[in-house]
């Protein structure tokens, strides 16, 4: 890498682009190049000019997480930080797990977006603080070698299982599953357990989002029951 960092803005804002291009033409080691509207046009800019590091908004029209994966896959010496406005937790765990180095919030302050760029063609991780304070939150260091890599497939639930994750995300123990299912405990803490591996998840509260998410559990029923036994 030469002592300019060649920057690529993924956003289908192009205010988004100018913003940053104001921002990055007082800096002289930072050469922002033209915007990619789409994963297409981020193909194309890719495949013909030299870049180091893609700031992408993958929630933006046109982008998604498995656009972090294309990119990373087809162009190894490519970095991304993700730049996107407040997200859950899960969501920038799995733009992690999909391999984005560094990530920031589009209401950064300037030196933190341009510090981003910096401390990633480096080689570095740089998150701002709202981003750790975020993940933490999930109970995940994003620094922890153990994030496995995003992939792409679809995630497949067993009847058994996804009547397993309505009862966790209805705050029902594990012993109380097993009484209603006429399951073990083992048994349960088994599904339980490849419940988790299979939504690359490590706790009972990322369950319960991919639960009210997934609409397998009343949201409502979920928040105001006052018999729900608490989460393990």
């Keep these: 890498m030469s002592d300019v960092v060649d920057v690529v803005v993924a ?30 046009s981020l193909i194309d800019r890719l495949d013909s000019e030299q870049i180091d590091v893609v700031l992408m908004d993958f929630t933006a029209k046109g982008f998604s997480l498995e656009s972090i994966a294309t990119v990373i896959n087809r162009y190894p010496n490519v970095r991304v ?8 937790g899960t969501t920038i765990v799995n733009a992690l797990k999909a391999g984005v180095t560094s990530y920031v919030k589009k209401d950064c302050d300037f030196d933190e977006i341009i510090s981003s760029v910096r ?5 570095s991780k740089f998150f701002c603080g709202k981003i750790l304070e975020t993940i933490r ?11 496995e890599k ?3 497939e679809p995630i497949y639930l067993s009847a058994r299982e996804q009547e397993i994750i309505t009862l966790i995300a209805e705050g029902h123990t594990n ?11 083992h048994t ?15 706790n009972t509260a990322s369950i319960v989002m991919y639960a009210v998410k997934s609409n397998l559990v009343n949201v409502n029923k979920f928040l105001f029951s006052s018999g729900a036994a608490p989460i393990e």
Aim: proline residues 4%; glycine residues 4%.
């Design 11 to 40: 956003d289908s804002n192009r205010l988004i682009g100018l913003g940053l291009d104001a921002v990055f033409k007082a800096h002289a080691d930072i050469q922002l190049h033209a915007q990619a509207t789409d994963l297409e």
């Design 81 to 88: 930080v993700a730049i996107t406005p407040d997200q859950e």
């Design 119 to 123: 401390e990633t063609a480096q080689g």
């Design 137 to 147: 939150q999930v109970d995940i260091n994003p620094n922890d070698q153990s994030i």
């Design 150 to 152: 995003f992939s792409c």
């Design 175 to 185: 012993t109380s599953i097993a009484e209603k299912l006429f399951l073990s405990p």
């Design 188 to 202: 349960v803490n088994t599904h339980r357990k490849n419940i988790m591996q299979k939504l690359g998840v490590k």
